[in-house]
């Protein structure tokens, strides 16, 4: 299961993703979590989709995950650091209030170092993260000025993109400057996972 995407953890921590995807399912049923179509999919379409991130993550003390919705990747991401990065605090930016409520209630049963902000990204303070995470979010022309916001300069930007990733890097291309690597998502061949260091606005 995870371990397919360079991934391994304990059987402790499947039983915990696990318990999110219940949890998300469940919840589903009552505010907009996740698409109700993906629902019997959820560990393919959100769970592995979001889990696969962690193996380009660099070692993080803080990380800030942007619009964070129903937990992807954010949760995912707490979950695997639980194990395999414990020191790591997790930041959840959300305005979503149903959002929120769900999002502090997985933290509180799945006893993650997470915490929840219930703010628009742009009004919450500057978060001074090693890593900011996106999935399904915005464009990266969007998503780039909330990033330099709550990113160290040093740090990374790990963003998850469909298949329009190509034409939203190149419409930034002489308004941003940074070191960029792609990965093929291993559960859609047409998405990217970028890691994104070194972020600037370009001279």
Not at 22 to 35: M, Q
Not at 58 to 67: A, L, Q, T
Not at 142 to 170: C, F, V
């Amino acid at each position: 299961m995870i371990e397919e995407i360079g991934v391994s953890v304990s059987r402790e921590t499947i039983q915990h993703l696990e318990a999110f995807a219940e949890l998300t399912a469940k919840w589903t049923a009552k505010i907009n979590l996740i698409a109700k179509s993906t629902v019997p999919d959820i560990w393919n379409r959100h769970i592995i989709d979001s889990a696969q991130a962690f193996q380009y993550a660099d070692s993080p003390k803080h990380w800030v995950d942007i619009g964070s919705g129903g937990g992807f990747p954010g949760i995912v991401m707490a979950i695997i650091a639980k194990e395999l990065s414990p020191d790591t605090k997790f930041t959840l930016i959300e305005s979503d209030a149903r959002k929120c409520t769900f999002l502090r209630t997985a933290i509180r049963e799945l006893g993650l170092n997470a915490y929840v902000i219930p703010q628009r990204i742009e009004k919450a303070d500057p978060q001074d993260a090693d890593i900011v995470s996106a999935r399904a979010l915005a464009s990266i022309a969007d998503l780039l000025p909330m990033i330099e916001m709550h990113l160290r300069p040093t740090g990374q930007a790990l963003l998850m993109k469909g298949r329009t990733y190509a034409e939203e890097l190149n419409a930034v291309r002489g308004n941003w400057d940074f070191d960029l690597a792609e990965y093929t998502s291993i559960t859609e061949p047409d998405s990217r996972i970028l890691s994104l260091k070194r972020i600037a606005r370009a001279a």
